[in-house]
């Protein structure tokens, strides 16, 4: 059973910078494409950024290309989401997850995803 947690959430001014952290149990976390994702209330989970097995291959939803930076240790079963620019439209809960599957491409639908972590809360303040 793989076991993600997500830290480094918290509230920061527009314009500020947050770096959230994904840990992972286990000793099969290479293995995985990870994904963040985030949702904000009353709205759908949406893809925010995706890595490959070994960081050589990323991928970021529009709305936050040139501002997020996606990153994998896996010495240390760990993804990293670096948030610079922030803006109000990002306050949301951040999730990580973990996508076990060969396909070809990084996904950026919730589906091919099949462990998630807990989520912590981004509060970008005006």
């Known amino acids: 059973q793989v076991q993600l947690v997500e830290s480094g959430g918290g509230l920061v001014q527009a314009g500020g910078s947050l770096r959230l952290s994904c840990k992972s149990s286990g000793r099969t976390f290479g293995r995985f494409r990870m994904g963040w994702f985030r949702q904000a209330p009353g709205k759908e989970r949406e893809f925010v950024a995706a890595i490959s097995r070994i960081g050589g291959t990323t991928s970021y939803a529009d709305s936050v290309k040139g501002r997020f930076t996606v990153s994998r240790d896996n010495d240390e079963n760990t993804v990293y989401l670096q948030m610079n620019s922030l803006k109000p439209v990002d306050t949301a809960v951040y999730y990580c997850?973990?996508?076990?599957?060969?396909?070809?491409?990084?996904?950026?639908?919730?589906?091919?995803?099949?462990?998630w972590g807990q989520g912590t809360q981004v509060t970008v303040s005006s």
């Open positions: 997850a973990a996508d076990p599957t060969l396909a070809a491409t990084l996904a950026t639908s919730p589906t091919p995803y099949a462990y």
